[in-house]
């Protein structure tokens, strides 16, 4: 096949080394970091370059993002299929696994996740972000915009899952990817926890969803959305769903 990769550079040495991998022709083009802090942006974004990548001979249109704080809800498939991770974030792509990444929010929600591409990617020479906490500029409005919109408890659920709640953070962790020298990142990872009197842990990180993805193998950890479809999100186990265009004469159902 020939697929277009479209993802973000918190992911770059993984993507990067997973279509060098691939039997199949894959071209790369990643997004800066941090946009993901405007998703409605980001959404615009992704879906302008998904228009682009109409008729240039591409099979399909694999995405290397997770919902990424809504903002790949609502993308749609122009002429080839869209293949992305059922994955809330980047930090399931890092772990390689839905339920691991549950286990570990189950474990400890409060926790910092640092891995080499996202932390030398990042803006600014502040303290390190959280990964998937993009929305934490503004989060009083994103708040009461999810409670108008989705109630109550689905806001909580939400903003628990994207790491908003940073006042409770216990645990800073180092994902090693295996890729590239992540010593510096993971130092730093270590002396924020001793900083700020959290644990420090290390954990493996897992190329599966990633690999997956690129090779194109997509089973039911992928979502596919056909031409016409739009990415939609949900609050089950499968994360996204796939929205059927309206047809004239459905009154909207």
């Not at 802090?37 to 109409?54: C, G, K, V």
């Not at 609502?74 to 399931?92: E, F, K, S």
């Not at 899952?161 to 295996?178: E, L, S």
């Not at 997509?218 to 769903?241: A, C, N």
Request: glycine share 12%.
């Amino acid at each position: 096949m020939r697929l277009k990769c479209i993802g973000c550079e918190a992911l770059a040495r993984p993507v990067y080394l997973c279509a060098a991998q691939s039997p199949h022709i894959v071209d790369v083009e990643l997004f800066r970091l941090g946009l993901h802090a405007d998703p409605a942006d980001l959404r615009a974004r992704l879906q302008e370059r998904i228009a682009a990548t109409s008729s240039q001979g591409y099979e399909a249109i694999v995405m290397a993002y997770g919902l990424c704080g809504k903002a790949t809800h609502g993308l749609q498939a122009v002429d080839i299929p869209i293949v992305i991770p059922r994955a809330h974030d980047c930090i399931t792509l890092f772990l390689g696994d839905r339920g691991r990444y549950r286990e570990e929010f189950d474990t400890c929600p409060g926790t910092y996740w640092y891995a080499l591409d996202y932390i030398e990617r990042r803006e600014g020479s502040g303290t390190a972000l959280s990964l998937g906490s993009g929305v934490e500029s503004d989060l009083p409005s994103v708040y009461d915009e999810y409670v108008a919109k989705y109630g109550k408890d689905n806001a909580d659920y939400l903003m628990e899952i994207m790491g908003a709640w940073q006042q409770h953070y216990q645990r800073a962790v180092f994902i090693d990817m295996g890729i590239g020298d992540g010593h510096e990142v993971e130092r730093e990872a270590q002396e924020e926890a001793t900083r700020r009197g959290w644990a420090y842990e290390r954990v493996e990180g897992n190329l599966v969803l990633i690999r997956r993805l690129i090779m194109g193998d997509w089973g039911p950890d992928f979502l596919t959305v056909q031409p016409g479809q739009r990415i939609g999100m949900t609050y089950g186990h499968d994360v996204m769903v796939g929205i059927d265009p309206v047809r004239v004469g459905d009154g909207g159902r």
